[in-house]
């Protein structure tokens, strides 16, 4: 039982609703840092590095609180693939994951003012091969905004998918099993 109150550093309805299902209500207070990829900083070392600068920035202001930081990436030949910026780059994006199978990396952090502690789950996600009328109905619904490798796998977006090999929880962004363990860890 939960004696301690979260604070979830994003406004990702999908981290809240997936916390919720491991019944914990969080607290919501984003981080809104910088997401720039450092040159060279592998995939896996991207989101680790913006989980922990999530947490960190939010228990700056927040320090008698457990607060969790999430971040999701696509990887793909060893390119990530974040949210899109504008629907070219869905495009682009989708046609570079077509056919294929690719990464998709979570970290997640527990933070306190006395204690901080990284996880990472991946999985592998294949997509089947996708024509231009297949992406432009896919775009057409506009799930793909926000979405890290554009697409969403628990949306519309399942339609693109033809098969996941590790935490489907984890390829929505946040990898349920793991992350409750870690919130008992905390006391949350």
């Known amino acids: 039982m939960p004696t301690r109150s979260l604070v979830l550093a994003s406004r990702s309805p999908r981290r809240i609703d997936l916390l919720r299902r491991i019944g914990r209500d969080p607290v919501v207070d984003p981080a809104d840092i910088d997401e720039t990829m450092i040159a060279g900083e592998s995939a896996i070392d991207y989101v680790r590095r913006l989980s922990r600068e999530k947490a960190s920035t939010v228990l700056a202001r927040r320090v008698d609180a457990v607060v969790l930081g999430a971040d999701t990436c696509v990887e793909l030949d060893g390119v990530v693939h974040g949210q899109p910026a504008d629907a070219d780059e869905v495009r682009r994006t989708l046609r570079a994951l077509s056919g294929r199978t690719h990464s998709v990396h979570t970290a997640v952090t527990v933070a306190t ?23 432009e109905w896919y775009l057409g619904t506009g799930e793909p905004f926000g979405k890290a490798g554009s697409y969403a796998v628990q949306g519309h977006g399942a339609v693109l998918v033809t098969g996941v090999r590790g935490l489907m929880s984890g390829v929505i962004g946040l990898p349920l099993g793991p992350v409750a363990a870690l919130l008992d860890e905390f006391g949350v």
């Not at 204690?115 to 996600?125: K, L, Y």
Request: overall charge neutral.
């Open 113 to 135: 003012s006395g204690a901080t502690r990284t996880i990472v789950e991946s999985a592998r996600v294949s997509l089947q091969p996708l024509g231009e009328p297949l992406i």
